[in-house]
């Protein structure tokens, strides 16, 4: 091998020293240019990123607005359920008055014998 090199003109070790540069360079721009695809896939998904981390937050601010609907919703049904309760006891309470009195008054109208 260093028979090789001692023997070589110098126009020979220019062109070869040439030809690896040109190698060189065109590994460079090769490289380059991967790179330069990375870099726009990695902003294209920075772009989709953000765009869900925006979606993300009106999505959680949609929720909360529905969970204070449910919440009043609840409120207002537990309020409403309680009337209802109330009513139903007090017609319950009507209506066993109402039956005594019924017994009464069927007591007086027929006299035991």
Known sequence: MKSYWRNRTDVEAIN???ALSIQ???????MAR???VRGNEV???RTQVLSLQRRNRGLQQENKELKKLVDSYANDMRKKYSELE?????LQE???SLLLEVQKNLKI???EA
Not at 24 to 30: K, M
């Open 109 to 111: 109208s027929r006299p």
């Open 16 to 18: 070869d020293s040439m």
């Open 86 to 90: 109330m009513n139903t006891n007090r």
């Open 43 to 45: 902003q294209e998904l």
């Open 94 to 96: 009507q209506q066993e």
């Open 24 to 30: 060189c360079a065109s590994s460079v721009s090769n």
């Open 34 to 36: 991967r790179l330069q």
